[in-house]
């Protein structure tokens, strides 16, 4: 492609980064009108019926929601402060694209051709971003989020109480626990300076604390993530953070449904609970892109996949499968001999009845378990793990040809008030 004419999938990429970019610089517009729309809805009332909900002091609620509103603008300022980072300008009149509501912003229609990378020391953190398109400053109509759009953006702020906070050690323990525990027991006599060596790899890192807590442990270990949201949002944590608990969030001020509380609703969350820094020497990135493309396809010479990752660590991931068939094909091909897959999460198959036309091959857990055995994959052991949002199996398996296998799978998904 040349002379300034740009492919489909390039147009594409770009125009879904910019509109992530859009969302997240209009994120204050869009939660305030719908926080006054609230307001709106209490004149429509009898004046007897306000009174009482005065007397409640709702109107004060209203008023303290839109301050934590603008303290959430201020943090979410932070990470789109500079998108020039990811070889994009995130020019807020981003393309407006015509699908759908709900499905202008589908991460499906990316095209996967860039990747990033976190790279730590003691002393420095680096960024690159690189395309094999020139850049397109042909933006012509400003874009308006969608409702899917937004949803995201707060899932995003919602999964830092998860992975970044204090509040969410507990949870993240009883998830990313039993897997470090498994890596460690699988490579236990392997001695702590020479982990390094080893490579492990986390398909669907989100914001990358599973990722860099295994760094933390000593192997070379690369985090694979689709989404901009959480891609941007891992950056600001990985790479800007000068102290523990820098930033103030009200992760939960966004719906007034199923709240026991006022205080619950207007929690503040300090994040990070750690500097996220490394001993120098250590290898550690994140690479963003599609799991299937990056590492299903043919090996780059500079970045061999085929046989040459010593873990694959997969939570809450391989129910995003549209073809659950490759993921394990995949995940068995890129592990080398001896190496070990390790996996958590529930069955809730992301694809399954979408409105794109996307295929979608959902199995049980048996099939999931049989499917993996046909792989190349055996199970040695398994055992149960009550999480706070999930029930899970924990099976370790290992195959016909030299590899082994960690496999956790959800038996049952909860969510109770209350918990994160």
């Not at 995130?90 to 790279?119: F, I, M, Q, V």
């Not at 941007?232 to 966004?254: C, D, G, Q, W």
Request: contains cysteine; negative net charge.
């Amino acid at each position: 492609m040349t002379g300034g004419h740009y492919g489909p999938s390039f147009l594409s990429e770009e125009r879904h980064f910019s509109n992530v970019v859009a969302t997240f610089r209009k994120y204050t517009s869009y939660h305030l009108a719908a926080n006054n729309r609230r307001r709106k809805d209490l004149f429509t009332l009898p004046k007897d019926d306000r009174e009482l909900l005065e007397q409640l002091g709702y109107k004060e609620k209203l008023d303290q929601v839109d301050k934590a509103i603008l303290a959430n603008e201020q943090f979410l300022n932070k990470i789109v402060v500079d998108p020039e980072i990811f070889g994009e300008d995130g020019n807020e009149d981003a393309l407006e694209e015509g699908d759908e509501e709900g499905e202008a912003a589908d991460p499906s229609t990316s095209a996967r051709s860039h990747s990033h990378s976190h790279s730590h020391s003691p002393h420095s953190h680096s960024h690159s971003h690189s395309h094999s398109q020139p850049h397109s400053h042909e933006l012509p109509k400003e874009y308006k989020p969608t409702e899917f759009d937004m949803d995201k953006l707060r899932s995003t702020l919602k999964q830092f109480v998860r992975d970044w906070s204090a509040e969410g050690q507990e949870e993240r323990e009883t998830s990313y626990g039993p897997m470090k525990d498994a890596l460690l027991a699988h490579f236990s006599d392997i001695p702590k300076e020479e982990r390094r060596n080893f490579r492990v790899l986390v398909p669907g890192a989100g914001l990358g604390r599973l990722a860099y807590d295994i760094a933390s442990l000593g192997f070379a270990c690369q985090g694979n993530e689709f989404s901009h949201y959480m891609l941007l949002a891992s950056f600001l944590i990985l790479n800007k953070t000068e102290r523990p608990n820098m930033h103030t969030i009200y992760p939960y001020v966004h719906s007034f449904s199923n709240v026991p509380d006022r205080t619950s609703m207007l929690r503040p969350i300090t994040i990070p609970d750690v500097y996220p820094t490394l001993p120098s020497g250590s290898v550690f990135s994140l690479v963003a892109g599609d799991f299937e493309e990056i590492y299903g396809g043919e090996s780059d010479p500079n970045e061999p996949q085929a046989g040459l990752w010593d873990a694959v660590m997969t939570c809450f991931f391989i129910d995003t499968a549209k073809n659950i068939v490759n993921y394990l094909r995949i995940i068995h091909k890129i592990l080398a001999p001896g190496g070990v897959w390790i996996n958590l999460g529930p069955l809730l198959w992301h694809w399954e009845n979408n409105h794109t036309n996307d295929p979608s091959i959902e199995l049980d857990l048996v099939e999931v378990k049989q499917l993996a055995a046909m792989v190349g994959f055996e199970i040695e052991n398994e055992r149960t793990i009550d999480a706070t949002t999930a029930e899970c199996t924990l099976y370790k398996i290992s195959s016909s040809s030299p590899h082994t296998l960690e496999y956790t799978c959800n038996l049952l998904f909860r969510s109770t008030v209350g918990e994160l």
